[in-house]
């Protein structure tokens, strides 16, 4: 059984990569095996979804859907932890579904039988993810990974070389790079644009050239 911080963790993996992805299957197929793990579902239910997400991703509306998702997604990331008034617009539009899905997933589901009999089943999450669905799941994990702990919106940032949305280590200010390689890349390439490495350059041949000489 996760504890609160690896549940964190889990939450936090299914909006960074949703926000990371490159296209619409990508997405999808990482949205489904996350929330699996989030949720804990079983494996067969991740293999009985597969198929379906998959041709549904690669449709036109599933291209589309990914698209808007992406942006939304985006749009509250960047400004996550400002308070501004888009922010919070944002984040009603997140928690009015996450409200929604709460009223639905606990609400029992009549089965008919062959007989013509009625049975009542009980509706749960994994009962109800679909392609349809997706919306959902996303605005669960940013909802339930902020109501875990106020300050977790601190440790959404973008990597301010690569454009990857991460979650730091630490809620300190001060976090601009998903890695030591992104800030070494940024901070030479400051160098290169401001001309302090071609001083650079040019102070240390001087300084060899007179080394020599004496």
């Excluded at 293999?47 to 690669?58: A, C, N, P, Y």
Aim: charged content about 25%; some cysteine.
């Amino acid at each position: 059984m996760a504890n609160a911080k690896q549940k964190d963790e889990l939450l936090g993996k299914l909006i960074m990569d949703f926000a990371n992805s490159q296209n619409s299957t990508e997405a999808l197929t990482g949205l489904v095996k996350n929330t699996q793990r989030t949720l804990g579902f079983s494996k067969k239910w991740v293999d009985s979804h597969m198929v379906e997400i998959l041709k549904w991703s690669q449709s036109e509306g599933g291209t589309v859907w990914y698209s808007v998702a992406k942006e939304r997604l985006a749009n509250f990331l960047n400004q996550a932890s400002e308070p501004s008034l888009f922010r919070m617009l944002s984040l009603k539009a997140y928690v009015l579904d996450y409200n929604h899905a709460l009223n639905i997933w606990p609400a029992p589901e009549v089965i008919v039988a062959k007989d013509g009999t009625l049975s009542v089943r009980e509706r749960t999450p994994e009962r109800y993810f679909d392609a349809s669905n997706c919306d959902y799941f996303i605005a669960h994990a940013v909802v339930s990974f902020l109501l875990s702990n106020k300050d977790n919106v601190r440790l959404i940032h973008k990597c301010r070389w690569c454009g990857r949305y991460f979650l730091a280590k630490t809620k300190r200010l001060g976090v601009f790079f998903c890695s030591k390689k992104c800030r070494l890349t940024w901070h030479n390439n400051a160098r290169i644009q401001s001309g302090k490495a071609k001083e650079y350059k040019k102070r240390k041949r001087r300084e060899g050239a007179r080394e020599t000489y004496y």
